[in-house]
């Protein structure tokens, strides 16, 4: 079953937030270290990846989701776009950070047209922004379970301004920024398309990523849950920087296995165990909250994604303290790839860090759903 997509529209004169059929288009992930970019199209009823590539950026960038030096990422991704020799300008991107505020809230039922009408009003008293500021968007999650005739609505907010910086950007290059999505949605859009025979589980969708960690919780499909913690693989690579007293490049290499001089492994295991210690105490106490508070019981799986999934012993850590199963995410794993373009291992290793951009590559054929 397709669920909603929420996308903020890129027309500068339409305020309101759409969900709209669009043609071909190319997933777009700018990450804080990464850019991933990957295309998708459909060939006798059946999907074939067309393109998947990725361009690392240099340190600062982008900094707490804020583009710093927008020279340096125009090049990584005009870059990846002409590798991909790419027919279509049409672009799907997704952000998130403090600037994007998402909320569960209940409210007297009513209709989508209704709530469309009043989503300011309703809003206001929990969003930190300036009305004026940002763009809203909602989804009816379904009746409230503890108080008859209220629904238990989720609320997505995103800043103006933090959003122009991407579409700008992107409009630069003389690409067509057709939907602006969140980070946690453009995961469940991937979900909903690799792993379609798990669709009525509870499953805890995590992406981590170097600033970020995007959680997504969905209950037969449907997201009742996001949240965005502020930690990420960076954590790893900032404490071998002060650790080791190395720079930032000599650092993400040992994060990645390279030996360096005279560094001990015992040290380098006990540093990288104390921060995967860390991530994992909270996404167990975000997991815990959501059994406790959201839906009163627990997921039954957690699907974990992002350049920092492969940290070392995350997984193992992750399956131990929760006592859930933990699968690594295969964007690709129903998608036709022709082996003379594309290795196999090459799309095994880096499948899980190219979660969100898949999401965005497959929202043109979300939306024939709607």
Not at 59 to 83: C, D, T, W
């Amino acid at each position: 079953m397709a669920q909603l997509a929420r996308a903020f529209t890129c027309d500068k004169n339409e305020e309101r937030l759409l969900t709209m059929s669009y043609p071909r288009v190319i997933g777009l992930d700018i990450g804080t270290r990464v850019v991933k970019l990957v295309e998708v199209h459909r060939s006798r009823k059946q999907l074939q990846l067309s393109y998947v590539g990725c361009c690392p950026l240099p340190y600062g960038v982008i900094v707490e989701k804020e583009i710093q030096q927008p020279e340096e990422l125009a090049n990584a991704v005009m870059s990846l776009y002409r590798n991909s020799k790419s027919k279509t300008t049409n672009v799907c991107l997704s952000v998130a950070g403090k600037s994007i505020i998402t909320k569960q809230i209940s409210l007297n039922s009513m209709s989508d047209q209704e709530l469309e009408k009043l989503i300011a009003i309703e809003a206001e008293p929990y969003i930190p922004f300036p009305m004026e500021d940002v763009n809203l968007d909602f989804v009816i999650l379904g009746d409230s379970p503890d108080r008859p005739g209220f629904m238990e609505v989720l609320l997505v907010a995103a800043k103006k301004d933090f959003l122009s910086q991407y579409v700008d950007l992107v409009t630069s290059l003389n690409l067509t920024p057709v939907v602006v999505d969140v980070d946690c949605y453009a995961l469940e859009v991937m979900f909903e398309y690799c792993y379609p025979d798990i669709e009525d589980e509870t499953v805890a969708l995590i992406n981590v990523g170097a600033s970020l960690t995007n959680i997504n919780i969905l209950t037969a499909g449907k997201s009742h849950f996001v949240r965005d913690l502020p930690l990420g693989g960076d954590l790893v690579t900032r404490d071998i920087m002060r650790f080791f007293n190395v720079d930032f490049i000599q650092a993400e290499n040992i994060k990645r296995g390279a030996r360096l001089g005279n560094i001990s492994p015992t040290n380098l295991k006990s540093l990288i165990d104390r921060n995967v210690e860390m991530l994992v105490a909270e996404l167990k106490k975000t997991l815990e909250f959501f059994s406790i508070n959201i839906a009163r019981k627990s997921p039954q799986s957690i699907f974990l994604s992002g350049g920092g999934a492969s940290l070392y012993g995350l997984s193992n850590t992750l399956e131990t303290e929760t006592g859930l199963p933990v699968f690594m995410v295969d964007p690709f794993r129903l998608v036709s790839a022709d082996t003379k373009q594309f290795d196999s291992d090459y799309l095994t290793i880096v499948g899980p860090s190219m979660a969100i951009a898949f999401g965005l590559s497959m929202r043109h054929e979300r939306d024939k759903l709607e």
